[in-house]
C-alpha cells in the first residue's frame, strides 16, 4: 500500500514517466475508491498541480485516490501532452499550440492500474479535470475514452469532436471570462460541442450562482451525459496569476513563491466544484 503523497515512475515506451500519487491513510485497500486524474497545464508540472488543486485534502474528507500525472519531457518549457488539433475558431484566438506526440493516453492506462493493483479502484468512478493545457488533454481524453466515466477541463478548449467515440458524458466546463491566455470563447466553443453531442438544449439553462461566478446546467441531457458550465467573474483585486483570468479557480498559492501564479483564491473552489460535480451526474 501507498498511502499519503508518492512520486511514481512508470515506463511508457522507450520514456519514464512520473507522477504523483495520493491516496489516504484511512483507505481500506480491498475496498473499491474513486480515481480523479487531474493533469496540469503548460509551464507546469505535478508537483504545482498538486499544490494548487489541494485536492488530496478533499480526498482524505471523501475517502478517494488521486493521481496528477506529469507531462513529457524533462523541463516544464517541453510541450506536455498529447491533445490532439484544436479546433480552428479557439485555434485562431490563441495562436499556435504545441504538443507533444507522446502516448499520453497509456500513460494514463498505467496510472489506472498502478492505482488499481495498490489500492482497488471503482472502475465506475474514474474521473479527470484538468487545467488549461491540461484541460484540452482532459476534453481529447474525455471525448475518446469510455473508461473516463465524467470531466471537468477548466480553462481549455478542445478539438471539433468530429471524431469523438463516446456518446455522452457529464462534462463540467470552468472557466473565466477575462482569460487572457486561454480566451473564454474556447470554453464557450468547447461547452457548445458537448451541448450537441450530449443531446443538450443550449436555451435557457438552471442557473446557480457560486462566489465569484454562476454555474449554468443545460436541459434536456441524457442520463449521465449533463453538461455544466461555471463562469467565475471576480471583482478586483485579484491574486496575482501570470496571465489575468488564468488560474485554479479557489486554488492556493503554491510554496515556494516562486512557483506562484496559476490560482485564483477568490472565487469558488474548482476542485469542491468537480467532485460535487461528479457525485451528483456520474455516480
Given amino acids: ?10 515506463r511508457i515506451g522507450d520514456m519514464d514517466r512520473w507522477f504523483n500519487y495520493y ?7 480491498n475496498t473499491p475508491v474513486a480515481l480523479v486524474l487531474v493533469p496540469h497545464g503548460y509551464f507546469m508540472d505535478a508537483d504545482v498541480m498538486y499544490e494548487v488543486t489541494k485536492y488530496s485534502e478533499l480526498a482524505d474528507k ?9 507531462g513529457a519531457g524533462s523541463t516544464i518549457l517541453d510541450d506536455p501532452w498529447n491533445i490532439g488539433t484544436p479546433a480552428p475558431t479557439c485555434l485562431a484566438t490563441v495562436g499556435f499550440l504545441p504538443m507533444t506526440m507522446n502516448d499520453d493516453q497509456a500513460f494514463l492506462d498505467a496510472i489506472i492500474k498502478f492505482a488499481d493493483d495498490d489500492q482497488c479502484i471503482d472502475h465506475n468512478h474514474v474521473f479527470m479535470t484538468g487545467f488549461s493545457m491540461g484541460a484540452y488533454f482532459t476534453n481529447t481524453t474525455g471525448c475518446n475514452r469510455e473508461e473516463i466515466k465524467a470531466i471537468a477541463p477548466h480553462s481549455g478548449g478542445s478539438h471539433d469532436f468530429a471524431n469523438c467515440k463516446v456518446k455522452t458524458k457529464p462534462v463540467l466546463l470552468m472557466h473565466f471570462e477575462g482569460d487572457e491566455l486561454i480566451p473564454y470563447m474556447c470554453g464557450t466553443d468547447t461547452r457548445d460541442r458537448w451541448v450537441t453531442l450530449n443531446g443538450c438544449q443550449k ?9 465569484g461566478g454562476r454555474c449554468e446546467y443545460y436541459k434536456g441531457c441524457p442520463a449521465k451525459g449533463q453538461v455544466a458550465m461555471c463562469t467565475f467573474s471576480p ?6 496569476e501570470v496571465f489575468k483570468g488564468h488560474g485554479w479557480s479557489g486554488g492556493y498559492e503554491p ?14 473552489s474548482a476542485t469542491q466544484l468537480s467532485w460535487d460535480f461528479f457525485k451528483k451526474y456520474a455516480w
Avoid: H
Fill in 255 to 268: 510554496q515556494p513563491v516562486g512557483l506562484s501564479g496559476y490560482s485564483i483564491p477568490e472565487t469558488e
Fill in 23 to 29: 491516496a489516504p491513510a484511512s483507505l481500506d485497500p
Fill in 1 to 10: 500500500m501507498k498511502r499519503g503523497k508518492s512520486r511514481q515512475t512508470v
Fill in 235 to 240: 471583482t478586483p483585486p485579484m491574486s496575482d
Fill in 203 to 211: 436555451d435557457n439553462p438552471d442557473v446557480t450562482m457560486v462566489k
Fill in 62 to 70: 471523501e475517502k478517494f485516490v488521486v493521481a496528477f500525472p506529469s
